[in-house]
């Protein structure tokens, strides 16, 4: 069984900068793959940046060189720093496995003036 708990999220003045962390719980032990999605408003789920187990990162066009992943193994935790935030990041974001388990309830980011 696996759980994810995303917090971090809040309102942001564009430009600005945000870190959210995702704690995953399993009963498994394993350690895998990671992504952040982001769901913006009437829009489907998207990959923003992906880990592996060995911390190799990939990112979705859109975010690269503002975006940055990272993890924990042994704290079983998933970070994602966004800078230089604008308007269009606005989205609730997500963590989860690679392939995907259940999802957790996500964390709201707001880019607004």
């Known amino acids: 069984q696996v759980q994810f708990e995303e917090s971090g999220g809040e309102l942001v003045q564009p430009g600005g900068s945000l870190r959210l962390s995702c704690k995953v719980s399993?009963?498994?032990?394993?350690?895998?793959?990671m992504g952040w999605y982001r769901q913006a408003l009437g829009k489907q789920r998207e990959l923003v940046a992906e880990?592996?187990?060995?911390?190799?990162?990939t990112y979705m066009d859109s975010v690269k060189g503002r975006f940055t992943i990272s993890r924990d193994n042994s704290a079983n935790t998933v970070w994602l720093e966004m800078n230089s935030l604008q308007p269009e990041d606005t989205a609730v974001y997500y963590c989860?496995?690679?392939?995907?388990?259940?999802w957790g309830q996500g964390t709201q980011v707001t880019v607004s003036s």
């Open positions: 399993r009963t498994d032990g394993r350690i895998v793959p």
């Open positions: 880990i592996t187990v060995g911390r190799i990162t």
């Open positions: 989860n496995q690679i392939p995907n388990g259940p």
